[in-house]
Protein backbone atom coordinates (compact mmCIF):
# COMPACT_ATOMS: atom_id res chain seq x y z
CA UNK A 1 0.00 0.00 0.00
CA UNK A 2 3.11 2.34 0.88
CA UNK A 3 4.31 2.08 -2.50
CA UNK A 4 1.03 2.95 -4.12
CA UNK A 5 1.09 6.29 -2.51
CA UNK A 6 4.60 6.62 -3.72
CA UNK A 7 3.86 5.95 -6.93
CA UNK A 8 0.62 8.44 -7.15
CA UNK A 9 3.19 10.92 -5.34
CA UNK A 10 5.63 10.60 -7.76
CA UNK A 11 2.75 10.64 -10.74
CA UNK A 12 1.44 13.99 -9.34
CA UNK A 13 5.13 15.29 -9.31
CA UNK A 14 5.73 14.82 -12.40
CA UNK A 15 2.71 16.57 -13.86
CA UNK A 16 2.63 19.28 -11.94
CA UNK A 17 6.65 19.91 -12.22
CA UNK A 18 7.25 19.39 -8.89
CA UNK A 19 6.75 18.70 -5.24
CA UNK A 20 7.42 21.96 -3.39
CA UNK A 21 3.57 22.40 -2.50
CA UNK A 22 3.02 18.95 -0.84
CA UNK A 23 3.23 19.18 3.37
CA UNK A 24 3.77 15.84 4.86
CA UNK A 25 3.46 14.33 7.95
CA UNK A 26 6.51 12.07 8.88
CA UNK A 27 6.12 9.10 11.38
CA UNK A 28 7.91 7.01 12.86
CA UNK A 29 7.25 3.34 12.71
CA UNK A 30 8.73 0.27 14.53
CA UNK A 31 7.04 -3.23 13.86
CA UNK A 32 8.69 -6.53 15.75
CA UNK A 33 7.12 -10.22 15.20
CA UNK A 34 7.33 -12.79 17.06
CA UNK A 35 9.08 -15.22 14.48
CA UNK A 36 9.31 -17.96 16.54
CA UNK A 37 5.43 -18.30 17.14
CA UNK A 38 4.27 -17.16 14.78
CA UNK A 39 6.45 -17.13 11.32
CA UNK A 40 4.21 -16.08 8.52
CA UNK A 41 2.55 -13.83 10.41
CA UNK A 42 -1.48 -13.51 10.35
CA UNK A 43 -3.63 -14.51 8.02
CA UNK A 44 -7.01 -13.33 5.94
CA UNK A 45 -9.58 -14.85 8.15
CA UNK A 46 -7.80 -14.26 11.58
CA UNK A 47 -10.70 -13.36 14.25
CA UNK A 48 -9.52 -10.78 16.50
CA UNK A 49 -10.57 -9.17 20.03
CA UNK A 50 -9.66 -5.75 20.20
CA UNK A 51 -9.11 -4.65 23.78
CA UNK A 52 -8.00 -0.83 25.05
CA UNK A 53 -5.44 -0.35 27.95
CA UNK A 54 -5.79 3.36 28.11
CA UNK A 55 -5.85 5.72 31.15
CA UNK A 56 -6.40 9.66 31.71
CA UNK A 57 -8.04 9.94 27.90
CA UNK A 58 -11.91 10.74 26.80
CA UNK A 59 -13.48 7.13 27.50
CA UNK A 60 -15.76 8.29 23.56
CA UNK A 61 -12.67 9.52 22.26
CA UNK A 62 -11.15 5.85 23.26
CA UNK A 63 -14.29 4.02 21.83
CA UNK A 64 -13.51 6.27 18.80
CA UNK A 65 -9.69 5.04 18.07
CA UNK A 66 -11.13 1.40 19.10
CA UNK A 67 -13.64 1.32 15.83
CA UNK A 68 -11.13 2.77 13.92
CA UNK A 69 -8.89 -0.09 14.39
CA UNK A 70 -12.01 -2.80 14.47
CA UNK A 71 -12.95 -1.45 10.76
CA UNK A 72 -8.90 -0.97 9.77
CA UNK A 73 -8.61 -4.65 10.84
CA UNK A 74 -11.90 -6.04 8.61
CA UNK A 75 -10.99 -3.90 5.73
CA UNK A 76 -7.72 -6.13 5.99
CA UNK A 77 -9.32 -9.04 5.65
CA UNK A 78 -9.48 -10.00 9.40
CA UNK A 79 -12.57 -10.58 11.44
CA UNK A 80 -13.82 -8.77 15.01
CA UNK A 81 -15.58 -11.27 17.65
CA UNK A 82 -14.65 -11.49 21.11
CA UNK A 83 -16.64 -14.35 21.57
CA UNK A 84 -14.13 -16.26 19.29
CA UNK A 85 -11.08 -14.66 19.20
CA UNK A 86 -7.63 -16.34 18.14
CA UNK A 87 -5.95 -13.49 19.16
CA UNK A 88 -6.04 -10.04 21.99
CA UNK A 89 -5.34 -6.70 19.97
CA UNK A 90 -4.45 -4.39 23.12
CA UNK A 91 -3.72 -0.93 22.02
CA UNK A 92 -2.64 2.15 23.73
CA UNK A 93 -1.87 5.50 22.74
CA UNK A 94 -0.78 8.72 24.05
CA UNK A 95 -1.21 13.05 23.19
CA UNK A 96 0.94 15.53 24.81
CA UNK A 97 2.42 18.71 23.97
CA UNK A 98 5.57 20.68 24.95
CA UNK A 99 6.13 24.40 24.69
CA UNK A 100 8.94 26.13 23.48
CA UNK A 101 9.91 29.90 24.01
CA UNK A 102 11.51 31.33 21.22
CA UNK A 103 13.54 35.11 21.75
CA UNK A 104 13.35 37.31 18.57
CA UNK A 105 16.15 40.41 18.49
CA UNK A 106 16.09 42.68 15.22
CA UNK A 107 19.04 44.87 16.00
CA UNK A 108 19.20 48.26 15.44
CA UNK A 109 19.88 49.83 11.98
CA UNK A 110 21.27 53.25 10.53
CA UNK A 111 19.95 55.10 7.84
CA UNK A 112 21.50 58.11 6.60
CA UNK A 113 19.77 60.56 4.31
CA UNK A 114 20.31 64.14 3.35
CA UNK A 115 18.22 67.38 3.02
CA UNK A 116 20.28 70.31 1.23
CA UNK A 117 23.62 70.72 2.42
CA UNK A 118 22.74 68.65 5.79
CA UNK A 119 23.24 64.88 6.39
CA UNK A 120 21.29 63.22 9.06
CA UNK A 121 21.74 59.60 10.48
CA UNK A 122 18.22 58.06 11.98
CA UNK A 123 19.08 54.74 13.96
CA UNK A 124 16.09 52.81 14.91
CA UNK A 125 15.82 51.34 17.87
CA UNK A 126 16.46 47.08 19.08
CA UNK A 127 13.61 45.58 19.22
CA UNK A 128 12.93 42.17 20.71
CA UNK A 129 10.15 39.65 21.45
CA UNK A 130 9.32 36.32 22.78
CA UNK A 131 6.58 33.97 21.75
CA UNK A 132 5.76 30.09 22.74
CA UNK A 133 6.32 27.12 20.32
CA UNK A 134 4.01 24.44 21.01
CA UNK A 135 4.66 20.96 19.69
CA UNK A 136 2.30 17.87 20.09
CA UNK A 137 3.73 14.42 20.33
CA UNK A 138 1.15 11.48 19.93
CA UNK A 139 1.89 7.56 19.78
CA UNK A 140 -0.28 4.90 19.24
CA UNK A 141 0.88 0.81 20.20
CA UNK A 142 -0.46 -2.15 18.91
CA UNK A 143 -0.12 -5.57 20.99
CA UNK A 144 -1.51 -8.78 19.82
CA UNK A 145 -1.07 -11.86 22.02
CA UNK A 146 -2.35 -15.21 21.43
CA UNK A 147 -5.94 -15.58 22.88
CA UNK A 148 -5.93 -19.25 23.10
CA UNK A 149 -2.78 -19.73 24.83
CA UNK A 150 -3.88 -17.36 27.20
CA UNK A 151 -7.40 -19.14 27.43
CA UNK A 152 -5.45 -22.30 28.30
CA UNK A 153 -2.62 -21.33 30.41
CA UNK A 154 -3.18 -18.08 31.62
CA UNK A 155 0.04 -17.13 29.37
CA UNK A 156 0.65 -13.43 27.82
CA UNK A 157 2.22 -14.34 24.73
CA UNK A 158 3.17 -11.53 22.77
CA UNK A 159 3.13 -12.46 18.94
CA UNK A 160 3.46 -8.85 17.40
CA UNK A 161 3.58 -5.30 17.99
CA UNK A 162 3.88 -2.04 16.02
CA UNK A 163 4.00 1.42 17.42
CA UNK A 164 3.72 4.98 15.21
CA UNK A 165 4.65 8.15 16.69
CA UNK A 166 5.34 11.73 15.30
CA UNK A 167 5.70 15.17 16.37
CA UNK A 168 4.04 18.72 15.01
CA UNK A 169 2.24 21.34 15.26
CA UNK A 170 -1.77 19.80 15.33
CA UNK A 171 -3.35 18.74 19.21
CA UNK A 172 -6.28 17.02 17.28
CA UNK A 173 -5.95 13.24 18.01
CA UNK A 174 -9.12 12.90 16.12
CA UNK A 175 -7.48 13.67 12.74
CA UNK A 176 -3.36 12.98 13.51
CA UNK A 177 -4.20 9.30 14.55
CA UNK A 178 -5.46 8.32 11.12
CA UNK A 179 -1.53 8.95 10.16
CA UNK A 180 -0.41 6.98 12.81
CA UNK A 181 -2.94 3.72 12.41
CA UNK A 182 -2.18 3.87 8.34
CA UNK A 183 1.32 2.52 8.05
CA UNK A 184 0.64 0.40 11.42
CA UNK A 185 -1.61 -1.57 9.53
CA UNK A 186 0.64 -1.57 6.17
CA UNK A 187 3.06 -3.21 8.35
CA UNK A 188 0.41 -5.28 10.46
CA UNK A 189 1.82 -8.65 11.34
CA UNK A 190 5.55 -7.76 9.81
CA UNK A 191 8.96 -7.24 11.13
CA UNK A 192 10.24 -3.99 10.12
CA UNK A 193 13.75 -5.06 11.47
CA UNK A 194 14.22 -1.28 13.25
CA UNK A 195 12.71 1.86 13.16
CA UNK A 196 11.42 3.47 10.44
CA UNK A 197 10.65 6.88 9.01
CA UNK A 198 7.67 7.27 6.74
CA UNK A 199 6.03 10.02 4.84
CA UNK A 200 2.52 10.72 3.86
CA UNK A 201 0.63 13.99 2.14
CA UNK A 202 -1.20 15.66 5.01
CA UNK A 203 -4.41 15.98 2.08
CA UNK A 204 -4.56 12.19 1.26
CA UNK A 205 -8.35 11.97 1.43
CA UNK A 206 -7.41 8.27 2.35
CA UNK A 207 -5.46 8.49 5.10
CA UNK A 208 -7.95 11.24 6.79
CA UNK A 209 -10.69 8.73 6.93
CA UNK A 210 -8.83 5.69 7.35
CA UNK A 211 -10.42 3.60 9.48
CA UNK A 212 -14.19 5.41 9.29
CA UNK A 213 -15.89 2.56 8.04
CA UNK A 214 -15.63 -1.35 7.18
CA UNK A 215 -15.28 -0.67 3.41
CA UNK A 216 -12.96 0.41 1.56
CA UNK A 217 -12.87 4.28 0.61
CA UNK A 218 -13.30 5.26 -3.53
CA UNK A 219 -9.77 6.42 -5.03
CA UNK A 220 -11.88 9.95 -6.47
CA UNK A 221 -12.68 12.04 -3.40
CA UNK A 222 -13.47 16.02 -2.67
CA UNK A 223 -10.33 17.77 -2.58
CA UNK A 224 -10.40 20.23 0.90
CA UNK A 225 -7.90 23.13 2.51
CA UNK A 226 -4.89 22.92 3.64
CA UNK A 227 -4.03 20.94 6.79
CA UNK A 228 -1.39 21.90 9.60
CA UNK A 229 -0.11 18.75 11.07
Not at 61 to 83: F, P, W
Not at 119 to 127: A, D, F, L
Amino acid sequence: MSSCFRILLGLSCAFLGGCSQVQLINISIDAILNKQDLPEGFSEGDIFAVVPDVKDQPELLTKEVQRKIENALVINGYKVDSAEAEYFLIFRYANSSTSKTVDVTVPSQSSIYAIGNSTNVYQTPTYSSSYDVVTWHRGIGLFVYDAKVYAREKEERILWQGTAVSSGSSGDFRYTSNFLLFPLFEYFGKNTDRSINVSYPVNSYQIENFGASAHKLEVNAPKRGPVYL
